[in-house]
T-cell receptor, first 114, second 110 residues
Framework: QQQVKQSPQSLIVQKGGISIINCAYENTAFDYFPWYQQFPGKGPALLIAIRPDVSEKKEGRFTISFNKSAKQFSLHIMDSQPGDSATYFC?????????????FGKGTKLSVKP | DTEVTQTPKHLVMGMTNKKSLKCEQHMGHRAMYWYKQKAKKPPELMFV???????INESVPSRFSPECPNSSLLNLHLHALQPEDSALYLC?????????FGPGTRLTVL
């Protein structure tokens, strides 16, 4: 069964620090790896995403690092702010077709302390 | 317009009620999805519509009935739900790689 394993389950970071969330997948038939940010009572919002032919992608304070050989990818949040406090889900998209079925990690609850 | 809208935001219903959740997108996306999300869990895929045809039903109980009237609209009809069906119901749409989620409907079944 295709799985995406996410860690840690929860993370506390001081304001200005670096938040790092890791994900690992078992099946090579994934072709797209998005990260979603979700605030309580809201829907998940796409934060940043990467394709497996790229090793790193940066958008502002958010960076995805991708290691294809290790089947791992991670989200780095630089200069973390209290407003970044949310639950983060990594995901992987099943290969083939335009339907884009996502397999989600279990989520990481990030708390940034002022 | 990169928005998926959902109505209502909140819904409380009894186990004998019939209600519907609505979702709309105007991004021209041809795939639309229903997800169920319980507290502190990731979204769980329920149904996928591709070009207005149901392509995936993840073994969802028949008390949930999806409908896609046109390429912009997606409904989820609810009947005889159980208290354990209380959750955040999310709609999403996609074109190729990117999947956009709506804000969700918070459903409480009494």
């Amino acid at each position: 069964q295709q799985q995406v394993k996410q860690s840690p389950q929860s993370l506390i970071v001081q304001k200005g620090g670096i938040s790092i969330i890791n994900c690992a997948y078992e099946n090579t038939a994934f072709d797209y790896f998005p990260w979603y940010q979700q605030f309580p009572g809201k829907g998940p919002a796409l934060l940043i995403a990467i394709r497996p032919d790229v090793s790193e992608k940066k958008e502002g304070r958010f960076t995805i690092s991708f290691n294809k050989s290790a089947k791992q990818f991670s989200l780095h949040i630089m200069d973390s702010q209290p407003g970044d406090s949310a639950t983060y889900f990594c995901a992987a998209r099943g290969y083939g077709g335009s339907q884009g079925n996502l397999i989600f990690g279990k989520g990481t609850k990030l708390s940034v302390k002022p | 317009d990169t928005e998926v809208t959902q109505t209502p935001k909140h819904l409380v219903m009894g186990m004998t009620n019939k209600k519907s959740l609505k979702c709309e997108q105007h991004m021209g996306h041809r795939a639309m999805y229903w997800y169920k999300q319980k507290a502190k869990k990731p979204p769980e895929l329920m149904f996928v519509y591709s070009y207005e045809k149901l392509s995936i039903n993840e073994s969802v109980p028949s008390r949930f009935s999806p409908e896609c009237p046109n390429s912009s609209l997606l409904n989820l009809h609810l009947h005889a739900l159980q208290p354990e069906d209380s959750a955040l119901y999310l709609c999403a749409s996609s074109q190729e790689w990117v999947q956009f989620f709506g804000p969700g409907t918070r459903l409480t079944v009494l």
